[in-house]
């Protein structure tokens, strides 16, 4: 496994992390004791870093995740949480970055996970209805407290990093970031404020901040487990993506068919070349990639083992330019 180190965080973390949203039930395909086992041998393959959140499962994954953990694997791997996307009991979910809301969260987090502490805790999406230094202050009184080592702003503008920078430093980023989506303007039709590639990693860059990348295999579409048209089980949250359907899925798909094609002439399989895309970017800490089975677990694995020569990667970077602000 290759680790990547920053500079404001201080231990080591896998340059492949596994994101821990299909754990929670949302996609198709997941039960608890293959995601237990998924995570077991992801930290028998090298990988150290898990990225959770409540809202992902609806506490679900975040049980899931401290379940596997027991047993002292614990202390073998760097946890990022989230807070501040809250939810009715329809499921309808709401920011809030309260200092109530966030005092709360933290420790409920601790329970389901089970631990003294969360390495990076995340503030999931901006709320514009909280000020910044009420959020700023209360995730330097909790982490005082020794119950968050690290703040991760997920999804927030560059110009509120900074705001946040004055109060508690921010050591970690995350962000939408593939192939096919590198400074788009949504996500599942949330307004995204930054754009990836031109204002997040130029932050990352100046303060040495991690940077994680999220749906790195654009939830799926570039692993070619898609077909062009596209079906999902009603239950399955992909539905709600409205990249995944008429005209803008058409293009997806295409940019994809390309890709694939090249792949195939590289001899080398999609998925692999989604990380090693990421990963050979300086930015990039750790890719944050799904993984709904053990072939799918080593085969991104596998993906550390060799790199995109510069010759490919000029290929490459010509197919998806169509793409630099789709």
């Given at each position: 496994?290759?680790?990547?180190?920053?500079?404001?965080?201080?231990?080591?973390?896998?340059?492949?992390?596994?994101?821990?949203?299909?754990?929670?039930?949302?996609?198709?395909?997941?039960?608890?004791?293959?995601?237990?086992?998924?995570?077991?041998?992801?930290?028998?393959?090298?990988?150290?870093?898990?990225?959770?959140?409540?809202v992902?499962?609806?506490?679900?994954?975040?049980?899931?995740?401290?379940?596997?953990?027991?047993?002292?694997?614990?202390?073998?791997?760097?946890?990022?949480?989230?807070?501040?996307?809250?939810?009715?009991?329809?499921?309808?979910?709401?920011?809030?970055?309260?200092?109530?809301?966030?005092?709360?969260?933290?420790d409920?987090?601790?329970s389901?996970?089970?631990?003294?502490?969360?390495?990076i805790?995340?503030?999931?999406?901006?709320?514009?209805?909280?000020?910044?230094?009420?959020?700023?202050?209360?995730?330097?009184?909790?982490?005082?407290?020794?119950?968050?080592?690290?703040?991760?702003?997920?999804?927030?503008?560059?110009?509120?990093?900074?705001?946040?920078?004055?109060?508690?430093?921010?050591?970690?980023?995350?962000?939408?970031?593939?192939?096919?989506?590198?400074?788009?303007?949504?996500?599942?039709?949330?307004?995204?404020?930054?754009?990836?590639?031109?204002?997040?990693?130029?932050?990352?860059?100046?303060?040495?901040?991690?940077?994680?990348?999220?749906?790195?295999?654009?939830?799926?579409?570039?692993?070619?487990?898609?077909?062009r048209?596209?079906?999902f089980?009603?239950t399955?949250?992909?539905?709600?993506?409205?990249?995944?359907?008429?005209?803008?899925?058409?293009?997806?798909?295409?940019?994809?068919?390309?890709?694939?094609?090249?792949?195939a002439?590289?001899?080398?399989?999609?998925?692999?070349?989604?990380?090693?895309?990421?990963?050979?970017?300086?930015?990039?800490?750790?890719?944050?990639?799904?993984?709904?089975?053990?072939?799918?677990?080593?085969?991104?694995?596998?993906?550390?083992?060799?790199?995109?020569?510069?010759?490919?990667?000029?290929?490459?970077?010509?197919?998806?330019?169509?793409?630099?602000?789709?």
């Open positions: 496994m290759i680790n990547k180190k920053v500079k404001r965080i201080e231990q080591p973390i896998s340059a492949l992390g596994v994101g821990c949203w299909n754990f929670g039930g949302d996609w198709d395909n997941s039960n608890d004791d293959k995601s237990v086992e998924i995570i077991h041998a992801a930290i028998d393959l090298g990988v150290n870093f898990f990225d959770v959140a409540p992902y499962g609806w506490y679900h994954s975040e049980k899931v995740l401290g379940k596997a953990l027991k047993g002292g694997l614990r202390d073998k791997v760097t946890i990022a949480s989230k807070c501040g996307l809250l939810w009715d009991e329809n499921h309808k979910t709401r920011n809030d970055l309260s200092r109530k809301s966030i005092l709360e969260e933290i409920g987090s601790l389901r996970l089970d631990v003294d502490y969360i390495d805790y995340q503030l999931h999406w901006p709320d514009p209805n909280t000020p910044i230094e009420e959020t700023a202050q209360t995730l330097l009184e909790i982490k005082e407290a020794g119950k968050i080592r690290h703040v991760g702003l997920s999804n927030f503008s560059q110009a509120d990093v900074e705001k946040f920078e004055k109060i508690v430093p921010v050591d970690c980023q995350q962000g939408l970031y593939n192939m096919l989506e590198r400074n788009t303007s949504s996500y599942h039709n949330i307004p995204l404020e930054y754009k990836t590639e031109d204002e997040m990693l130029v932050t990352v860059k100046k303060y040495g901040q991690a940077f994680l990348p999220y749906s790195p295999y654009m939830q799926g579409l570039l692993t070619g487990r898609f077909t048209e596209r079906k089980s009603s399955d949250i992909r539905n709600e993506n409205p990249k995944f359907f008429g005209e803008t899925y058409e293009k997806y798909f295409s940019g994809y068919e390309k890709l694939a094609a090249f792949a002439e590289m001899g080398r399989p999609m998925n692999e070349i989604c990380v090693n895309w990421l990963r050979q970017k300086e930015e990039v800490t750790s890719i944050i990639g799904g993984a709904s089975t053990l072939k799918q677990l080593e085969g991104n694995v596998h993906a550390m083992t060799w790199d995109i020569q510069p010759e490919e990667m000029e290929i490459i970077n010509g197919i998806i330019e169509p793409f630099r602000y789709l």
